[in-house]
Structures are given as C-alpha cells and as structure tokens.
C-alpha cells in the first residue's frame, strides 16, 4: 500500500514509501539524496510521532519511508545495521546521501524537536501540501455510535475505547490524533490500569462530548 502527498498544483507521488525489505531501504536511499525513515510502532506513540511529522511535511519537501516494525522487521534490522543506531519504535531517522544525520524516537519526537532540523535541514515547499494518510476512524466511530444507543455503560465504553486507542499504531495526521485524544487523554498515564482513568464523567458530560467528537470525525 502506498500513500500520496498532494499540491494544489502538481501532485508529488510516493512520498510516503513502505519500505518491507532491506533492498527496498537501499533503493529508497539511492534515489532520494535527503530523505527520512520512519519506523511505525505497535501502539498510539507511532499515531502521535507520526501526526507531528505531517504537520512539517505540509511545508517541507521530504520523502518519507516507513516501516512497520512488527511486519517488516528484515527491513527494521538492516536500518539499524546500516546507521549503528539503536533500534526504537517510533523513530525518525534523517538521511543525506544515505548517512544518518539525525534520530529522535519515542514521546521525543515533537515540533519542539523537528522544527530546528526542517528549517535547518529540509528544503521549503513552494506550495502546501497534504499528506493523505490511512484515516480510517470507523472502529472508533461504532465503538461511539455504540455508547450513544445504550449498548455499553460509561464504564465499558471508557475501558474499551482506551484500549482501542493505546493499541492504534496507524499513521494519522495531527489533527485525527487530537480529536481521538481528546476523550480521555493520554492512555499511557495510567500504567497501574485503566481504573485510575477514574469516573468516565470526570471530564464533563460524557454523551455530550462523544456526539461533538462524533460529528467532527465525519
């Protein structure tokens, strides 16, 4: 599957390129001077990580190569080989003419962190762009169409969105982090269980706030 990052004027293709296998890496290297590779994760760190990304990529021409760790793992290793850099997942890896120039992985990877690099590093584009990514919000949107027609309590759909969420590897834009987020927060803050979420009505009325992110999803 391959993603396309779109301009107002000329569409610029496989700018998001899946990378499955070493010779996928080292052509992927070859052919872009100034690239990143960016190694997808198993839960909601690899959704974050990669939301900040975008939100450079509309204004900075940079391919892009991805690899999902769990599925590619060959391709993960041979990147880990090539640079000398500890494996992360997620991790953002800078290249120019096929050498590392800069890592940051994990909850690092922020427009704290990225942003002197792009300006420093990563060429402009002359018009925005958008990087369409794989947005697919339904299991999230059953999961409230759910809650709202009385099939779970509070409680059970508190437990199971939050599960939904920590375990959500996919690669979304800034903005679908946010709205996804925005129910209950971070699920990593709770590492003694989901039972210290505390009352699901602890951040306002519940149905309410799930029938506005409803309608903001589509």
């Known amino acids: 599957m391959m993603w396309l990052m779109t301009q107002t004027a000329q569409p610029a293709e496989q700018v998001l390129v899946p990378l499955t296998t070493p010779e996928e890496v080292d052509t992927f290297l070859k052919e872009y001077p100034l690239a990143a590779v960016f190694k997808a994760g198993t839960c909601h760190k690899t959704m974050q990580g990669f939301g900040v990304i975008e939100t450079f990529l509309q204004k900075h021409d940079l391919p892009i190569g991805f690899i999902r760790v769990v599925d590619w793992r060959p391709a993960s290793n041979h990147v880990a080989q090539l640079t000398g850099l500890t494996h992360h997942s997620p991790q953002f890896i800078l290249f120019q003419e096929g050498q590392p120039q800069f890592e940051v992985n994990n909850w690092d990877i922020t427009p704290e962190a990225l942003g002197p690099v792009f300006a420093e590093r990563v060429p402009v584009r002359s018009d925005a762009a958008t990087v369409a990514t794989a947005n697919n919000v339904e299991p999230y949107k059953k999961l409230m169409q ?4 009385g099939s779970l309590s509070d ?15 996919s690669l979304r834009s800034q903005r679908e982090f946010d709205l996804l987020s925005r129910l209950f927060g971070d699920p990593d803050a709770y590492h003694g269980g ?25």
Do not use: C, I, N, S
Request: no cysteine; aromatic share 12%.
């Open 155 to 169: 409680w059970a759909f508190q437990d199971q969105y939050v599960t939904l969420f920590r375990d959500d590897a």
């Open 146 to 149: 759910a809650y709202l027609d």
């Open 194 to 218: 989901l039972h210290q979420l505390g009352a699901p009505q602890g951040r306002g009325d519940l149905k309410a706030r799930v029938e506005q992110l409803l309608a903001e999803l589509g």
